[in-house]
């Protein structure tokens, strides 16, 4: 099971929480796409910095809409132009529950029937990028339990499109009161907004629970940072791990290496073509498999075919049968358990001054720490400035020369 942990020790955001799965190495390209089938293709940007807070690094993301946005953006609208893209199913049903939610408390809080909301602050192009973002990330990260913590909703006042109004603020309270949801205390904190109405309709529709994390065996982290400057760390960290009764053989760990559970998926194939080949591979990867490779073999009556090999979490084999059957041609996948030895790894956004390249650190059983860079940023920048792939490594090693990697 792929185990999802939320800390929101200093409060929930969408833009928190889409950074932080940007920070554990999601594809923007996983969020691009359903945006795009949107309509919204050149109507945002997003702007990714890594920054610190309270000298603990993360990712801050803030999206910058490039045209004007409309004054509000009526519930029914919005729901129509959600359900009629072309957007997966599972997809779909996440980011419609998420907006209905939202047209629920509104709602409430203004005392009308939920067809009758218009969103102001929610229906803006930033949010519908956080929530078709964040649902995007987690399904691709096959995420199947998410636990919470309690995330403290903040004091004061907020200025909005209905005029300054109390925090917590009305909808998020709402939220809370209505899915039964508990929120932390603000003592201690300045006057302020800490969670938001779309953190915490994401919070409420992913959360199996809102409590303390259980034992589990951490995999990744990644940590996404608020715009506030505050006396501590202004974070959220979204960790995947494999819950401790789950992971038990498979979760061991021997001199710094863990051994985990992995299934093979294998078929011998010898009338496809070498492009529907690559098709049905990249449909493998993109629904989960952690790696596709294929090789030539020699099959009966001395025909030449390919057998292609997937290896994925045990838990994704249903899911990737069904690619197998979808887009490939054969009649039958093998399947096999085994296990594997990995080095713990951790990946961050790295900052440099051609522009962010994604790092994987990988943790040696001595302690110390090796760095390789993600191919694809090296070759979209080396293509966006006009630069050689060499050039754009230097540039990555010199940037991470005072940690002693390199890519």
Known sequence: MTLALLDCPTGLAGNMLLAALLDLGLPQEVIAAPLAALGLEGRYRLRIEERRSAGLRGLHLAVEALESQ????????????LQ??????????????????????????????AEAVEFHEVGAIDALVDIVGVCAGLLHLGVEQLVCGVPPAGHGRVVTAHGALPLPSPAVLEIA??????LGSSEGFPAGELTTPTGMALAACWADRFGLSPAALPLRVGVGLGSRELD???????TLARPLAEAGAEGAIEGGEV????????????????????????????????????????????RTGTLMTALMPPELGPRL??????????????EQLQDRWILPRQSET????????RIKWATLPDGRRRAKAE????????GRLGRSIEEVRDEVRRALAPDGGAP
């Open 70 to 81: 409309p004054h509000h953006r009526p519930w029914g609208a919005l729901r129509g132009q």
């Open 84 to 113: 009629a893209a072309p957007l997966e199913p599972a997809l779909q049903q996440r980011v419609l529950a998420v907006f209905g939610l939202l047209a629920e408390a509104e709602a409430a809080v203004h005392g009308h029937a």
């Open 177 to 182: 009161r209505s899915r039964g949801l508990p």
């Open 232 to 238: 501590r760390a202004n974070l959220l960290r979204l």
């Open 259 to 302: 051994r985990e559970a992995l299934l093979q998926q294998q078929a011998q194939i010898d009338d496809a073509t070498a492009e529907d080949l690559a098709y049905l591979a990249e449909a493998l990867r993109r629904d989960g498999a952690l790696e596709v490779f294929s090789q030539p073999v020699a099959m009966k009556k001395g």
């Open 321 to 334: 049968r069904r690619v197998w059957w979808r887009h490939g041609t054969t009649l039958g996948v093998r």
């Open 350 to 357: 790295l900052a440099t001054r051609l522009g962010p390249v």
């Open 375 to 382: 191919h694809a940023d090296l070759v979209e920048l080396a």
